[in-house]
C-alpha cells in the first residue's frame, strides 16, 4: 500500500521514518478493514483460500491507497495539513512564555 500510496502521489521518499510511518498507518487502516468485513459470512467463506484472501488483500491495498493519495493531493487536505502542523508549534510556544523558557 505504502509503494501504491508513493507512486499515485508521485511523490518521493524523504526517509526510513516516514516508510515506517505510513507503513504502520496504512497496515491499521488494512487491520480495521479486516475487523469490519469479517463479520459476514460471505467474506469469510471467500478469505478461507489463502490465494483468494492475498488477492483480495491486495486490491483492497491498491484501492485504499489510490483513494489515500487522491485525498492527498486536493487542495483543501494541504489546509489540514497546515492546520495540524501549526497547533504543535502553537502549544509549545504558549508554554515556553508560560514557563518563560
Not at 510511518?21 to 478469505?47: H, P
Request: hydrophobic share 55%; proline share 1%; with cysteine.
Amino acid at each position: 500500500m505504502v509503494w501504491c500510496f508513493r507512486k499515485f502521489t508521485h511523490k518521493e521518499i524523504k526517509s526510513d521514518f516516514e516508510l515506517v510511518g505510513l507503513s504502520i498507518f496504512w497496515g491499521l487502516v488494512n487491520l480495521a478493514l479486516w475487523e469490519f468485513f469479517s463479520g459476514t459470512k460471505i467474506v469469510n467463506e471467500t478469505l478461507k483460500n489463502i490465494y483468494v484472501a492475498a488477492l483480495v488483500l491486495c486490491l483492497v491495498g491498491v484501492l485504499f491507497s489510490y483513494i489515500g493519495s487522491w485525498i492527498a493531493l486536493q487542495k483543501w487536505w494541504l489546509a489540514v495539513k497546515v492546520c495540524l502542523k501549526s497547533r504543535p508549534v502553537r502549544f509549545i510556544k504558549f508554554i515556553r512564555e508560560k514557563l518563560q523558557i
